[in-house]
């Protein structure tokens, strides 16, 4: 079992920049995957970021050239550096890892992240 804990998020005027993290613990052995994903009021849970275990990462174009999402194994966490937020980047951010055996995704609760114009 995997357990993921979300931090950092908050109110941050429009053109500003937050750093969210995740931390993961329990069987770090079985993630393969981690990725951070976003809900908007009234929208559905979209994909934002994602990086895989060496090293190869994947941004939506939404976010792209403005999001970095980053992996540290030494303490089992990944975050999510956010630069030039915009309101339209309100939202509630989840993190996700893809573990295998059993192949499963988790999930943490979220973090509030408001941009405010």
């Known amino acids: 079992q995997v357990q993921l804990v979300e931090s950092g998020g908050g109110l941050v005027q429009a053109g500003g920049s937050l750093t969210l993290s995740c931390a993961a613990s329990g069987s770090i052995s079985i993630i393969r995957d981690m990725r951070w994903y976003r809900q908007a009021p009234g929208n559905q849970r979209e994909f934002v970021a994602s990086?895989?275990?060496?090293?190869?990462?994947n941004y939506a174009d939404s976010v792209k050239g403005r999001f970095t999402i980053s992996r540290d194994y030494a303490k089992n966490t990944v975050d999510l550096q956010m630069n030039s937020l915009t309101p339209e980047d309100t939202a509630v951010y989840y993190c996700n890892a893809h573990a295998i055996l059993p192949s499963i995704d988790y999930w943490g609760q979220g973090t509030q992240v408001t941009v405010s114009s």
């Open positions: 990086v895989a275990r060496f090293g190869t990462t």
